[in-house]
């Protein structure tokens, strides 16, 4: 191109300078222009359309790694998830062991509580007829040392 601008500049001055130009000669040089201007804007579409190819190549290539990291995380995430529920499920059955011998363990309570109740009430009851008896054994004794007045 500086050539081509080098060879107009030259062709200007002489038609300055001659006055037997022909002017179709800077029409000839202004197809060249023509020319040198088509070769540069089809440079620059094949060059726009590597570069995008390029780009397509690498988003491409981003969406393929973000795909890949997706599944790992998601794969990961289910491992986390399995890792939780089995852990939940002990922790689970660990609770319902606990209480299990809890209720067991209140149920004996339960038992020996009636049992102890029930033997107080028996002794209390037997204490109670004891001393009864023993009322009426003395009152029987003590009627005779009464002195009827």
Not at 101 to 113: C, F, H, S
């Amino acid at each position: 191109m500086e050539a081509l601008f080098a060879e107009f500049a030259s062709l200007s001055d002489q038609s300055l300078r001659d006055k037997s130009f022909d002017p179709s000669t800077i029409e000839d040089l202004l197809k060249l222009f023509e020319l040198e201007a088509y070769k540069a804007w089809a440079s620059q579409e094949l060059d726009h359309q590597d570069e995008l190819a390029q780009s397509e190549s690498h988003i491409k290539e981003s969406e393929e790694y973000l795909d890949s990291a997706m599944e790992d995380a998601m794969a990961e995430f289910r491992l986390f998830e399995e890792e939780m529920d089995k852990l939940c499920q002990s922790e689970y059955s660990s609770l319902i062991h606990v209480a299990e011998t809890a209720r067991k363990l209140g149920k004996n309570l339960e038992k020996a509580a009636d049992f102890a109740a029930t033997k107080y009430v028996e002794a209390a009851v037997g204490s109670a007829v004891a001393s009864m008896k023993s009322a009426a054994k003395a009152i029987s004794n003590n009627r005779n040392k009464i002195h009827p007045a």
